[in-house]
């Protein structure tokens, strides 16, 4: 119970202080918690997260920074 509630009160946290962030920044670290997020759930099951979640999360980056660029390039916000 307490676990939950910790996780509740980051998220909450972590949600209300993105909004004062550029649109890349929030693209660059919105990759990175989806590919931490998915890359843990492979590793867990290939048998390491914390591997799993670190090149997940590095790669999240890369591809949050590179849809970034792309859309700028396109003329959207």
């Given at each position: 119970?307490?676990?939950?509630?910790?996780?509740?009160?980051?998220?909450?946290?972590?949600?209300?202080?993105?909004?004062?962030?550029s649109?890349?920044?929030?693209?660059?670290?919105?990759?990175?918690a989806?590919?931490?997020?998915?890359?843990?759930?492979?590793?867990?099951?290939?048998?390491?997260?914390?591997?799993?979640?670190?090149?997940?999360?590095?790669?999240?980056?890369?591809?949050?920074?590179?849809?970034?660029?792309?859309?700028?390039?396109?003329?959207?916000?």
């Amino acid at each position: 119970m307490r676990k939950a509630l910790a996780v509740i009160f980051a998220a909450i946290l972590f949600s209300g202080g993105c909004a004062g962030m550029s649109s890349t920044e929030q693209r660059v670290l919105s990759g990175g918690a989806m590919g931490a997020g998915g890359g843990a759930l492979i590793g867990a099951v290939a048998g390491s997260a914390a591997i799993g979640a670190a090149a997940g999360g590095g790669a999240g980056l890369l591809g949050g920074y590179v849809y970034d660029q792309y859309q700028k390039s396109r003329g959207s916000r």
